[in-house]
Nanobody, 122 residues
Framework: QVQLVESGGGLVQAGGSLRLSCAAS????????MGWFRQAPGKEREFVAG???????YYADSVKGRVTISRDNAKSTVYLQMSSLKPEDTAIYFC????????????????WGQGTQVTVSS
């Protein structure tokens, strides 16, 4: 089992920045690929960014250039640095873990955190 706890969400004005963190426990963090997803009210959960255990990163087109995913294996933590935030970025942001990175489909991820709310005001 892998336990994931997100933090860092909040209310920010459009154009602002936030850094989300996801602390993992329970298994060897470095063995897992990690992902960030988000879900806005009335919408399906969507992929934001993913990072393999070797640090290779992948981004959704909607956030490319505004978001950076990174990981610190020594701290068992994955981060999502977001800048130039837009009201449409408002959502609950979830981190997730998978043993093998296979893309941005949520079904590929085995473990999920509870989420952290990000609200971007216009």
């Amino acid at each position: 089992q892998v336990q994931l706890v997100e933090s860092g969400g909040g209310l920010v004005q459009a154009g602002g920045s936030l850094r989300l963190s996801c602390a993992a426990s329970g298994r060897t963090f470095g063995d897992y690929a990690m992902g960030w997803f988000r879900q806005a009210p009335g919408k399906e959960r969507e992929f934001v960014a993913g990072i393999r255990s070797n640090g290779a990163a992948y981004y959704a087109d909607s956030v490319k250039g505004r978001v950076t995913i990174s990981r610190d294996n020594a701290k068992s933590t994955v981060y999502l640095q977001m800048s130039s935030l837009k009201p449409e970025d408002t959502a609950i942001y979830f981190c997730a873990a998978t043993k093998y990175y296979r893309g941005g489909e949520s079904a590929y991820y085995d473990y999920w955190g509870q989420g952290t709310q990000v609200t971007v005001s216009s």
